[in-house]
């Protein structure tokens, strides 16, 4: 299959994986702390990768752990609890809306960091996409009902750890094999992971019913949602570019708005006006 076709349906199916992970959190999230959700995430992630991938840890030179360890931290770790304590206070869609700041972010952080050359239009973009997020935003906290959209502070900073992360991939790693990678970074977070569930008494609860369906949730997001979509995404920076790998966002809030809407979720008309300005935003950036 030509690599044309190949990275559309990398970005596809991610855009359903991820798609359906807001709602997947928002599930997980009715048995569980967001610590717990987040360590759970990562833990099941850690085991599936591991168990398919063990063998490739021995192909990573020992001056690449170093770049694995923080790619792991910021593309998995860190954004697994921000998001989980985002979507205490805020709906799945939003979340979802506001998770299409990762390409923005990454083009910025990209032009600042990274030395990544850049078009008028690209930084045009960046600002309607921060515009686009203040209208979500500020429109939604003055109708939030049981929200609270301080919180949109964790999950801009989830997307700006995967900005970092993406740059870092496509820079430092574009040499290793996807499952490599994944294999290396869970490596480096399993162990953290599960320290956490038990610090925090998961293992004394997980025999209570609430718990145990939250878990069985989060399970199927840990595998899905950060597993299998690691290698996928990983591929497809490989075979792409960073910004295409990342406009996989204008296709999530799609499938969130889907599932969303099956929950009972209801945005009002000015953040969909937000919604729009956001991925008008990413659009823009990623013109050349």
């Known amino acids: 299959m030509k690599p044309t076709n190949t990275k559309w349906i990398f970005l596809f199916a991610l855009a359903l994986i991820w798609g359906s992970s807001f709602i997947l959190i928002l599930k997980g999230l009715d048995g569980l702390t967001p610590i717990q959700l987040g360590a759970l995430r990562i833990a099941v992630a850690g085991v599936f990768t591991l168990l398919i991938g063990f063998r490739k840890l021995s192909q990573i030179p020992r001056r690449q752990w170093g770049i694995l360890a923080l790619t792991g931290l910021l593309g998995n770790f860190f954004p697994a609890f921000l998001f989980a304590l985002g979507e205490t206070k805020i ?26 050359n850049y078009h008028k239009k690209q930084i045009l973009g960046v600002v309607i996409g921060f515009l686009g997020s203040c209208l979500l935003v500020f429109c939604g906290d003055s109708d939030s009902g049981g929200s609270n959209y301080s919180y949109a502070i964790f999950l801009v900073a989830a ?125 823009l950036s990623s013109k050349k």
């Not at 709906?91 to 700041?101: D, E, F, K, M």
Request: glycine share 10%.
């Open 91 to 116: 709906n799945s869609s939003v979340s979802a809306v506001l998770n299409s700041l990762t390409p923005l972010n990454t083009l910025l952080l990209g032009l600042l960091v990274f030395g990544m």
């Open 159 to 283: 997307t700006m750890c995967y900005g970092i992360n993406v740059n870092l991939v496509k820079k430092y790693l574009s040499d290793l094999n996807p499952l490599t990678i994944a294999a290396g970074n869970f490596a480096v977070m399993i162990l953290p992971a599960f320290a956490i569930l038990g610090f925090t008494g998961f293992f004394d609860v997980i025999h209570q019913a609430e718990v145990g369906k939250a878990a069985l949730y989060v399970t199927v997001l840990g595998i899905m949602g950060t597993g299998v979509s690691n290698l996928l995404f990983y591929r497809l920076i490989q075979i792409s570019s960073p910004v295409f790998a990342t406009s996989v966002t204008y296709l999530i809030p799609i499938v969130a708005f889907f599932w969303g809407f099956l929950n009972d979720e209801r945005l009002t008309p000015f953040q969909i006006l937000g919604a729009l300005v956001i991925l008008g935003g990413v659009y």
